[in-house]
C-alpha cells in the first residue's frame, strides 16, 4: 500500500483552518502557490515561494513542512538544470532525515530518491553503486509512495540503457509502462524510455510511435515542458526516416513553445537532434556549441562529456580535426570518479567511429 503524500498536507490544513491558524494556513498556500509556478514552468519564482516556505516553516518549528520546501527547491534545481546545486541540497536533505522526529515523514522516499536523481545528473558511471543502493534501501526499508516507486523504475530502466544492457531496459521498461497506466505523467516518462530503447536497437519506427504517444501522455499530464522535448524528439526521429518537412515543422512547434516558457536553453540540444536527423551534420555542429554551454553551467559533469564526444562524432562525420575537442573531453576525466568508463566512449571517436550505435553506420543514408 502506498503511502498518501496530499492526505497529511490536507490534514495539516484542515486543522490549521478550524484553529484559525493564519500562520500555518499560509504553508499550503505557498506550497500550492510554488507547484502552481513549477507548472508554468517559472522556475525562479517557485524558487523564491518555496524558499519563504522554508524559512516560515522554520520559524514556526515545522520540521516537515521545512522538509518538504526544501524537496521542492531541489525538484526545480532539476527541471531548472541547476544540478550541481540538486546535488548539495538533497545531500544536505537525506542527512536531516535521519533525525528522530523526520522518521515517519510521508516525503522520506521521496526525498531519498532525489538524491538518487542528483547523482544520475552529476556521474552517472562514478555512482551508480551508490544509486543502486539507495533505491534497495528504499524499497526495502522506506514506506513509499506512488511516484517515488515509479522514479525507480525509471532509474533503473535508464541505468540499464545507459549501460547498453538492453534486454533488462526493455524488461524494466515495460512493467514501468504497465504499472503507470493510470498517470498520464509516469505514462510518457517510459514511454520516452521506450522510445530511447527502440532507437538504441536501430528501429526508428517503433521509437517515433513511442514519441508520438509520449507526446500524446505529456499533453494528458498537461505537463508544457515535456511535451515540448517530446515534439523536438519527434522531429530527430522523423529526420532519420527522410520525412524532413514534418521534422521541420515539429522541430519548429517544439522550439516556439520552449521560448514561450522561457525555456531557450534546451533549444539548441533540440535543434542538433533535428539537423543531424535530417543529415545537416555541420549545422548540428554549430548549434552542439551552445548546448555544450548549457551543459556545463548546469554542473553536470556527464552531459558536458556526452556533448564533447557528440561533438566528435560529428566532427568525424565532416572529415574535422577532432584533437581540440577530444583533448577538452580528456581533461573532465580526472573529476569522474571511475574515468575509464568515460575514456571508452572518448577513444571509440579518436578510433574514428562515426556514431554512437553500430545500426547507424551500417544504414545507408541518401
Known sequence: ????????????????????????????DLDRLGWRLVRAVKYDEAKTEFDRGTRLAHQLHEPWWEAIFDYAICYVCQQDGKYQEMLERSVKLVARMSRPELQNHPYRAAIHQ??????????????????????????????MDKVSHMSIYYRRSSLFLYFEEYDKAY??????????LDNPEQQSVAERLLSQYYFAV???????????????????????????????????????????????????????????????????????????????????VEHSQQALEVARLSGSLDRTLEWHIARGYLLNRLNRPIADEM????????????????????????????????????????
Open 171 to 180: 524488461d524494466l521498461i515495460n512493467e514501468y509502462l504497465s504499472v503507470s
Open 327 to 366: 583533448a577538452q573531453a580528456r581533461e573532465l576525466l580526472p573529476l569522474f570518479r571511475t574515468p575509464d568508463c568515460h575514456l571508452r566512449k572518448i577513444e571509440r571517436v579518436e578510433q574514428g567511429r562515426c556514431y554512437p550505435y553500430d545500426w547507424q553506420i551500417a544504414e545507408r543514408r541518401g
Open 114 to 143: 532525489m538524491l538518487v536523481r542528483a547523482y544520475a545528473e552529476i556521474d552517472i558511471c562514478g555512482y551508480r553503486h551508490e544509486m543502486t543502493e539507495a533505491m534497495d534501501f528504499i524499497e526495502q526499508h522506506i514506506p
Open 202 to 284: 536501430g528501429n526508428v519506427h517503433e521509437a517515433l510511435r513511442a514519441q508520438l504517444q509520449c507526446t500524446h501522455s505529456a499533453s494528458e499530464a498537461r505537463n508544457m515542458r515535456w511535451e515540448a522535448l517530446a515534439i523536438g524528439l519527434q522531429s530527430l526521429l522523423l529526420g532519420w526516416l527522410g520525412r524532413t518537412g514534418e521534422a521541420y515543422t515539429q522541430f519548429i512547434r517544439s522550439k516556439h513553445l520552449l521560448e514561450n516558457m522561457q525555456q531557450d536553453d534546451l533549444v539548441p540540444s533540440l535543434a542538433v537532434g533535428y539537423f543531424m536527423g535530417c543529415g545537416r551534420d555541420a549545422e548540428a
Open 1 to 28: 500500500m502506498y503511502v498518501n503524500l496530499l492526505q497529511w498536507l490536507r490534514d495539516f490544513e484542515a486543522d490549521a483552518v478550524q484553529k484559525q491558524d493564519v500562520q500555518r494556513i499560509r504553508l499550503a
